[in-house]
């Protein structure tokens, strides 16, 4: 493991009231040799977050600026504040190993024709998820996001297949077209996110924006990930489609993207009942 990486390394985490998560993620980040430069930006949290940072942490840079700029305004204000070579977005809710991200760095700084790297992530239970995929087609969204799914489960069956990657299991690397917004290590000064997105889609946008280059996933690098410990609510779905919508407008069109408003919204009501039932 070459210590030089962290020296090379800022990381950042954008925060909403996951107080105890960010604890066990930002003491596995103090195991690095030297520290890399770790950026929390916290979105407003009730939950006694920044006082926690301050006290327990205080060699991290805290960006506190007292409104929820979301996951993209967040991140970008994390990534116009850092000052290291390479830059990481990393969630709350991982727990990283020193010897994960310093093969993060070695990748990225040995294959500059990639716009970026991502790890191999787990659940804490070892089980490794499923992450990346292509860039969704209009077809995907569609069938995803309204009952044409339903009527047509052999073509959502086939382009969900496409999309994932189908028969890949995560154990090799590969060349990918989108990696997952809770962990992306590339360049500082290559990309900010897409502020017009809240919350999601904002990796299916840069995976966009970065063409013709691609990322790379790297199962050397393994990282656990509890996942949605932050957006397991209703609050959270409502922004789901919202940012779908938003996605499909700038990159598939005006005309597409009320097409796909118009047919989700039984979807989106049928979940909004469903919560008013339980």
């Not at 195991?31 to 991290?60: H, K, Q, W, Y």
Request: glycine share 6%; with cysteine; net charge positive.
């Amino acid at each position: 493991m070459n210590a030089d990486a962290f020296s090379r390394l800022s990381i950042i985490i954008v925060n909403y009231n996951t107080r105890e998560d960010l604890r066990l993620c930002l003491a596995a980040l103090h195991e690095c040799r030297p520290l890399p430069e770790i950026i929390v930006v916290d979105n407003a949290s009730t939950d006694g977050s920044v006082e926690m940072i301050r006290e327990s942490f205080p060699a991290i840079r805290l960006l506190a600026p007292g409104r929820n700029t979301w996951f993209t305004g967040g991140n970008n204000l994390g990534l116009k504040a850092a000052t290291r070579e390479f830059v990481l977005l990393l969630n709350p809710d991982t727990i990283a190993p020193p010897e994960a991200l310093a093969a993060l760095v070695e990748f990225a700084d040995a294959h500059p024709e990639y716009a970026g790297v991502t790890a191999q992530l787990r659940y804490p239970d070892g089980v490794v998820q499923h992450t990346c995929s292509r860039l969704p087609t209009y077809a995907y969204l569609l069938l995803n996001h309204t009952p044409l799914g339903w009527l047509l489960p052999g073509q959502r069956a086939k382009l969900n297949a496409r999309h994932w990657y189908a028969g890949w299991q995560r154990d090799t690397g590969l060349e990918v077209e989108v990696v997952p917004g809770s962990c992306i290590l590339g360049r500082r000064g290559d990309w900010l996110l897409n502020e017009d997105l809240l919350l999601y889609f904002p990796e299916d946008d840069l995976g966009r924006r970065v063409q013709p280059r691609k990322f790379y996933f790297l199962p050397s690098a393994r990282i656990i990930h509890r996942e949605n410990s932050a957006t397991g609510n209703w609050n959270a779905k409502r922004i789901y489609f919202r940012d779908l919508i938003v996605y499909t407008r700038q990159h598939h069109g005006v005309i597409r993207a009320g097409l796909l408003w118009l047919l989700s919204r039984p979807m989106l009501w049928g979940m909004w009942l469903k919560r008013r039932l339980s």
